[in-house]
């Protein structure tokens, strides 16, 4: 197993979460918290790092009773964690109120149950090919707003007030009818995933990845079946580097417009050796 997560910058938030558990219950967790620019209020005293290791922590318990579907895991973590907020006064009705992408897997018996909530990516081989899954309803919303600001160089005060301007209707959008359901406040959020299963014994290896990881692809660096391979080899750090060194060489985004010049990358690597094991436990 392999799982790493990378802040954007040195002395920057990580933002993002990681957790896995090997054993009789096969377990992985992969969370993208969206905090926003810093001059944008959130209602919330703790933070979005605080939010995602907390909501992380509670799907890891959640997801080890097995007759619990891996929604219902989510759904109870996040009101679990809601709860904790309004413990501290935070104004959950605040739209800045912290919020998170999820990526959920869990093994067990004969089957590989995955849920995705938001545009982080589960990528698996199955039997040779290399299925992706991963929640887009996001990018339908502002789009208007994203070309504005894509058309900027970023880290100018200009791409700022853009992605400013692109934040804040995003927020406005989140669990909102006419936008896309996010973990945040909400639990019904949970019931609007995506998810699925694989027979145990097709799947050769899988990885949850946040969309800072996915950016290998997105930036045309190589495939999923690359980044895979990347991940399954000796120097699995490769990906976070040749992705950071893409960044780098494209400071305005010009070549790659988004929103922000780094990003936390975040990866959990479950090789076939592993999930084989699985395979060999007794069904719970």
Not at 7 to 32: H, I, M, R
Not at 52 to 65: C, E, F, P, S
Not at 96 to 125: C, H, I, K, N
Request: charged share 25%; proline share 6%; hydrophobic share 40%.
């Amino acid at each position: 197993m392999f799982l790493h997560s990378r802040p954007s910058g040195a002395g920057k938030p990580n933002e993002d979460y990681v957790a896995a558990a090997v054993g009789t219950l096969t377990q992985a967790v992969l969370l993208d918290g969206a905090g926003g620019p810093s001059e944008l209020p959130t209602g919330c005293r703790h933070g979005t790092p605080w939010y995602v290791a907390q909501l992380g922590d509670a799907a890891m318990g959640h997801m080890r009773n097995p007759v619990i579907g891996l929604d219902i895991a989510l759904l109870r973590s996040i009101s679990w964690v809601a709860r904790s907020h309004r413990d501290h006064t935070c104004d959950l009705d605040h739209p800045g109120t912290p919020s998170s992408t999820a990526v959920m897997v869990r093994l067990q018996a004969d089957q590989v149950e995955y849920l995705v909530l938001g545009d982080s990516a589960l990528v698996a081989d199955v039997k040779g090919e290399v299925v992706t899954v991963t929640d887009r309803r996001v990018e339908a919303v502002g789009d208007d707003l994203w070309q504005r600001m894509a058309a900027l160089a970023t880290g100018t005060p200009e791409h700022q007030a853009a992605r400013i301007a692109f934040v804040e209707h995003q927020r406005r959008m989140r669990n909102h009818p006419l936008g896309y359901p996010i973990a945040s406040v909400d639990e019904e959020a949970a019931r609007e995933a995506l998810t699925g299963s694989f027979p145990l014994g097709e799947v050769r290896c899988l990885a949850l990845l946040s969309d800072g990881a996915a950016r290998f692809v997105e930036f045309g660096l190589g495939t999923f079946a690359d980044l895979l391979d990347i991940l399954g080899s000796e120097t699995p750090w490769r990906l976070f580097d040749e992705v950071r060194a893409a960044e780098t060489s494209d400071p305005d985004g010009k070549r790659w417009p988004r929103a922000k010049r780094h990003d936390d990358i975040s990866v959990v690597y479950l090789p076939s050796g592993e999930i084989a094991w699985c395979a060999t436990r007794p069904a719970l």
